[in-house]
Nanobody
Framework: QLQLVESGGGLVQAGGSLRLSCAAS????????MGWFRQAPGKERAFVAA????????FYTDSVKGRFTMSKDNAKNTMYLQMTSLKSEDTAVYFC???????????????????WGQGTQVTVSS
């Protein structure tokens, strides 16, 4: 059973940066999709970014392109979300997620992610 533990959230001023971490345990990530989602108050959980654990192609929602970057450390079984030029509208609880053993050519929808972290609060003050 895969478990995900997030860290790195906090309070930052607009224009600042944060790096979120998501450590996976229970098994080694392999043919999985790793993703980041966020949920602002009163809104549904929304896609932020995703990539295959094996491979380099990344996908980002338009509002974060050029500001957020996913990365991973295979040795640590950990993924990261580097967030720069933060805006007040980035304020949300951020979740990491994994779609396990994903062999399809297309990227999974939110409902296909079967492992989730506990969430970490990111607050951007203007």
């Amino acid at each position: 059973q895969l478990q995900l533990v997030e860290s790195g959230g906090g309070l930052v001023q607009a224009g600042g940066s944060l790096r979120l971490s998501c450590a996976a345990s229970g098994r080694t990530l392999s043919h999985d999709i790793m993703g980041w989602f966020r949920q602002a108050p009163g809104k549904e959980r929304a896609f932020v970014a995703a990539q295959r654990w094996i491979g380099d192609m990344q996908f980002y929602t338009d509002s974060v392109k050029g500001r957020f970057t996913m990365s991973k450390d295979n040795a640590k079984n950990t993924m990261y979300l580097q967030m720069t030029s933060l805006k007040s509208e980035d304020t949300a609880v951020y979740f990491c997620a994994v779609a396990g053993a994903w062999w399809g050519d297309s990227m999974p929808s939110i409902n296909d992610y079967n492992y989730w972290g506990q969430g970490t609060q990111v607050t951007v003050s203007s």
